[in-house]
């Protein structure tokens, strides 16, 4: 019997990354008698109050994060960037603490390393058979998105997460009903509204807001699969009925000669199809209305007899052709 606790009590501990409760200690036989002697013997450490590693020296993270969630008790539920680690989701962040949730009728003392949040309605949070618990994908991608201070690193949080295809805009938005107390619901209710659209970067934003919409161009079909040659890729903007396309370079995946040379393969195989391609990239976030009349120029040669408008009294796109 003892040997049989003892194997299990080894076993936990492997799954817990070398992380364990006293509680869990005492349940497989294991005194605080023999917890002291051992720290004293430099066979474990303390981590937390209550809370062990069963070795010493420089914690991985992914024994603090079991350490953190044990430390924090009953209903804990990991969180923000540390859920989405757990998820594999890359997010940009230096932010090493771990993030745990607790049920708003609990209070749990400060820890070192270690973020609690407190939350009403929590365990309708949780995805199932996660261990250890953790809030889903989908609600921690808000919860990080609704905590950044500038627009631009809210829509990058949900557009990279979109882009990775490691969730959809629908089941963002549909869990964003379900957080009725997440500040700034309406700023993300948009950036997903557009990521529904087919939005995927910053730029895309920008090229949405500042160019199409705010000078009355033609709505363009988004995120466009192309086939050639048994090689898949996507137009970022395509206006079909003129047969122009808007390609956006953001500073990722285009900087080296592999993807530069991608890009004008893609354009040079368009250009045979007869359809035109503009190229733009972060200047466009400085002068929107300078690619508006490009495009524009572009649209009307190939048959567009809308009526564009400027944007401002010093912009310089008119109404005429």
Known sequence: MEETKASSFVELRRQQAGAFSRAQALAHGISDKVLLGRRRARQLQQVHTGVYADFTGPLPWETRMWAAWLACGAGAVLTGTTALRRYGVAVESRDERIHVAVPHSRRVEPKSGVVVTRHRRLSSLVQPSRDPATVRLEVALLVIAAGEADVSRQAAVLFDACRQRRTMPARLLTELESLPELPGRRILRRILSEAAEGVQ???????????????????????????????????????????????????????????????????????????????????????????????????????WTDTPHPCSPTCPVTPTR
């Open 201 to 303: 970067s910053f730029l895309e934003q920008v090229y949405l807001r500042r160019v199409e919409q705010a000078h009355g161009l033609p709505r363009a079909r988004r995120q466009v699969r192309v086939e050639d040659d048994g090689k898949v890729s996507y137009r970022d903007s395509e206006y079909s009925p003129y047969e122009v396309i808007v390609e956006l370079d953001g500073q990722l995946g285009h900087a080296d000669a592999a993807s530069r040379w991608r890009d004008m393969t893609r354009d040079n195989a368009a250009a045979t199809s007869g359809k035109v391609t503009l190229r733009f990239g972060y200047q466009l976030v400085s002068d929107p209305c300078g690619a508006a009349v490009q495009v524009i120029a572009a649209l009307r040669f190939r048959g």
